[in-house]
């Protein structure tokens, strides 16, 4: 039984996290005994041989205008067609901005299960298909049983690495009809944020909040954030406040991240600030007050002023990239 | 215009989680409940916002059993016209929409609105079902709506940035920070909820395709390892042999 993930692209490569799809969707297929088809709609790319290493075994490749910009009625449609040409019996997303919008009216339309932002591979017994996703903002997990002649999973970003030990294969062509498609939406603008690295992809993430005082001193979270490779993230009363942009807002409210490294500075650890974070597989906080209810969600603590500890961190950092 | 609007109850952020019955069930022992931040802070305010300024009515609906009433109540109290509550403990995001749809299917609604996504089972997935359902356009992750006319405009987060999109209405949004900002009811707000029209609706019969079969409580860290804050070198040295994050 086969397999369709959905790729997409980001600054003209593909995105990180849907090659952990697509190594995703290569074990579930092994489980059903299948291939996996992969569907790009993302226009050039210069690793587009990345999603057959990562264990594709098809790739279609779709180029009508909709699907480039990213209309979510016009991916439904594509995605529909990609389900009945490969037969697919399982469809795999990343739990991102596209999938929220994409994979529930999927699911509506061809009467699937879903299971959105699962962290662990799908368990196949019996012909039962079953997954774990995290629920209660990251607080638990709950293991979902899929019922659907098709299911739909959406997968939690950097819940695994990405392995790119298979072949390349050769684009197709996928074609598409939108003629029953009339889009009643359409694009007015769209502003691109400037950010190099995406938050909810980075495997380091260098965060701020309050105990920074004022936006002028972002300066050192930016360069210990360079000195690592590492994307920056912020606490919510920061972005309310306009001191930094509010996609950088994690928590409750905000997007929720697990990267590898978060480093916490200056955040007080409020539970909806957590719960926005405490997938994260390592995690350092950096405070002035030793009583930081944050220092008991860490792995690592540094009680100490951000002004005279973050200038350290970037220079031991520094020195360690260069011997190494 | 008439907006309906999906609410969900939702254990308070503070909560401590726990579950009973070998882990089957969510234990709501103790638990304040609260209406989903999203559909309450954002969904629900901005349709009364709209309303105010281009008339016409908000309904608030939940799908789930009696104990939610508190809730729907409190919907009122902020200042929707009525409440509607259809009678099924659902089991998954789609049997909700479905629910939702039939519902909606053969009356006049000019949008749909829900939070982005529940705190409690996180699905993010509702509002895109229902349209789904109903085959009508779907806008996730709104951060801004205003309609003028027959015509919605609409910011609303993608990959990498936000997008601005403009359509005819009816459509389906689910909403996200930005759209508005929290109101607390009044007293004369919760005395008026008080006689407000709550319809109780039966379930229309649609299945669910996936349940929870077990919860689990996610493990909690180990104490934390306190570095000097004169020897940063050590935590680098830490960060790559211990924890191998670098
Ligand atoms: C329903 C709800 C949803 C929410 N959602 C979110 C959310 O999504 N994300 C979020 O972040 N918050 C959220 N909040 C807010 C949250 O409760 C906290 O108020 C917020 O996270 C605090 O931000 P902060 O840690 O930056 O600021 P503060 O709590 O003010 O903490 C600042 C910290 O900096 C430290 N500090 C001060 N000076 C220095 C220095 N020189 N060096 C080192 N440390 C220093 C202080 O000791 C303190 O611990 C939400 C709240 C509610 C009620
Ligand atoms: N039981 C419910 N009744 C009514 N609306 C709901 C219910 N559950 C979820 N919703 C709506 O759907 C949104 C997304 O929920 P979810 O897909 O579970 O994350 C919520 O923010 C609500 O607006």
Not at chain 1, 253 to 261: D, E, F, K, Q, V
Not at chain 2, 19 to 39: H, L
Not at chain 2, 59 to 72: Q, Y
């Amino acid at each position: 039984m086969s397999v369709l993930v959905f790729v997409e692209g980001s600054k003209g490569k593909v995105k990180k996290a849907s090659l952990e799809a697509v190594n995703y969707a290569a074990r579930l297929a092994s489980h059903l005994g299948g291939g996996v088809t992969a569907l790009w709609c993302s226009g050039e790319a210069s690793n587009l041989e990345d999603i057959g290493k990562a264990g594709a075994s098809r790739l279609w490749t779709a180029g009508d205008a909709p699907l480039v910009q990213g209309d979510a009625q016009a991916l439904c449609a594509a995605l529909e067609q990609a389900v009945a040409s490969s037969q697919a019996k399982a469809v795999v997303f990343s739990h991102d901005f596209t999938s929220k919008a994409v994979a529930p009216m999927l699911a509506a339309r061809l009467k699937a299960g879903l299971v959105s932002a699962a962290v662990a591979d799908v368990q196949v017994s019996g012909g039962t298909l079953s997954v774990v996703k995290s629920v209660f903002s990251g607080k638990a997990t709950a293991e979902y049983q899929l019922r659907g002649a098709l299911n739909i999973i959406t997968l939690l970003p950097n819940s695994f690495a990405v392995t790119l030990t298979g072949n390349s294969v050769a684009a197709e062509p996928f074609g598409v009809n939108l003629s029953g498609h009339t889009s009643r939406l359409r694009v007015k603008a769209l502003k691109k944020e400037s950010a190099e690295l995406s938050l909810p992809e980075a495997e380091l993430v260098v965060s701020a909040g309050r105990g920074l005082k004022g936006p002028e001193h972002w300066g050192i979270i930016e360069d210990l954030a360079k000195s690592l490779g590492a994307a920056t993230a912020c606490s919510r009363p920061v972005s309310d406040i306009g001191w930094r942009p509010h996609h950088e807002h994690v928590g409750q409210t905000g997007i929720a991240i697990r990267p590898n490294l978060y480093i916490a500075v200056g955040i007080s650890g409020a539970i909806q600030h957590l719960a926005g974070v405490n997938g994260s597989k390592t995690i350092v906080v950096i405070n002035k007050d030793p009583e930081a209810p944050f220092f008991k969600s860490a792995d690592y603590g540094v009680v100490g002023d951000a002004f005279d500890v973050v200038p350290r961190l970037i220079e031991a950092v520094k020195k360690f990239k260069a011997a190494h | 215009m008439n907006i309906l609007v999906c609410i969900s109850k939702a254990p308070d952020t503070t909560t401590k989680i726990a579950f009973k019955d070998g882990d089957t069930r969510f234990n709501e022992d103790n638990v304040t409940f609260i209406i989903n931040p999203y559909d309450e802070w954002y969904a629900l305010v901005r349709a009364l916002e709209l309303k105010e300024t281009l008339g016409g009515t908000v309904t608030v609906l939940h799908v789930g059993p009696a104990s939610a009433e508190p809730e729907i109540r409190k919907a009122l109290a902020i200042g929707a016209d009525d409440a509607v509550r259809i009678d099924l403990d659902a089991q998954d995001a789609g049997q909700v929409a479905a629910e939702v749809a039939a519902f909606v299917q053969g009356k006049s609604f000019d949008l749909v609105m829900a939070g982005k996504e529940t705190i409690n089972y996180n699905g993010a997935s509702v509002g895109g079902f229902v349209a789904g359902y109903l085959g009508w356009p779907y806008v996730s992750m709104a951060t801004k709506l205003d309609v003028a006319g027959n015509v919605a405009t609409i910011e609303h987060d993608v990959e990498g940035g936000t997008e601005v999109l403009e359509g005819e209405l009816p459509l389906v949004i689910s909403c996200a920070k930005g759209m508005a900002e929290a109101r607390i009811p009044n007293m004369r707000g919760i005395m008026a909820a008080r006689t407000k029209p709550l319809q109780v609706v039966p379930p229309s019969g649609a299945e669910a395709l996936t349940s929870v079969v077990k919860y689990a409580v996610a493990p909690g860290r180990t104490a934390v390892k306190l570095i000097d804050p004169e020897h940063m070198d050590q935590l680098v040295e830490l960060l790559h042999n211990e924890a191998k994050v670098i």
